[in-house]
T-cell receptor, first 116, second 113 residues
Framework: AQKITQTQPGMFVQEKEAVTLDCTYD???????LFWYKQPSSGEMIFLIY??????QNATEGRYSLNFQKARKSANLVISASQLGDSAMYFC?????????????FGTGTKLQVIP | EAQVTQNPRYLITVTGKKLTVTCSQN?????MSWYRQDPGLGLRQIYY???????DKGDVPEGYKVSRKEKRNFPLILESPSHNPTSLYFC????????????FGPGTRLTVT
């Protein structure tokens, strides 16, 4: 079975600083995908970044990068130059063949607050 | 505009009253899925559909039914809602199951009294 663990229920970061949100996963599959989503206080889910298990390079999307360490089964999200609008809940998620690619497992989330 | 729509956005109901939340996408996506979000538990998958007339259970299917008679629509039926803290329900779609990005609807906030 797939499992996602986010151990930081809440975090603070100073505006313009970088922050790392932790995500570890558990799977016996070799092929899987890892995602990060942002949920602002308004409630919508916003896709941020994706990393495939066979991708050799860490994924980057603007100020977001995914620090993928396959041997450690971690997929941490790094946000550079934090902005006030980054204050939100952040969810790590996974899909893989043992659950069927159609099954998606989410972590419990990390609430990030950016301080001016 | 490419989007996933859900109706209603807010719903207050009573214990045991069957209700339907609709979900529609205009992107010709094959894959659609329902999730529920409860405080402290993240999102959990209820049901998903790979295509018309193809549906299967996620991690928390008890008390729910779905159908996929048309590609664009994937309604969620709550058969007998029980009293719970407010839950948020999300519908999502993607081109296929292996496509990276799922597009999420705006969410339906359900309160059962």
């Amino acid at each position: 079975a797939q499992k996602i663990t986010q151990t930081q229920p809440g975090m603070f970061v100073q505006e313009k600083e970088a922050v790392t949100l932790d995500c570890t996963y558990d799977t016996s599959d070799q092929s899987y995908g890892l995602f990060w989503y942002k949920q602002p206080s308004s409630g919508e889910m916003i896709f941020l970044i994706y990393q495939g298990s066979y991708d050799e390079q860490n994924a980057t999307e603007g100020r977001y990068s995914l620090n993928f360490q396959k041997a450690r089964k971690s997929a941490n999200l790094v946000i550079s130059a934090s902005q006030l609008g980054d204050s939100a809940m952040y969810f790590c998620a996974m899909r893989g063949p043992s659950g069927g690619y159609q099954k998606v497992t989410f972590g419990t989330g990390t609430k990030l607050q950016v301080i001016p | 505009e490419a989007q996933v729509t859900q109706n209603p956005r807010y719903l207050i109901t009573v214990t045991g009253k069957k209700l339907t939340v609709t979900c529609s996408q205009n992107m010709n996506h094959e894959y659609m899925s329902w999730y529920r979000q409860d405080p402290g538990l993240g999102l959990r998958q209820i049901y998903y559909s790979m295509n018309v007339e193809v549906t299967d259970k996620g991690d928390v299917p008890e008390g729910y039914k779905v159908s996929r008679k048309e590609k664009r629509n994937f309604p969620l039926i709550l058969e007998s809602p029980s009293h719970n803290p407010t839950s948020l329900y999300f519908c999502a779609s993607s081109l296929g199951a292996r496509v990276n990005e799922q597009y999420f609807g705006p969410g339906t906030r359900l309160t059962v009294t």
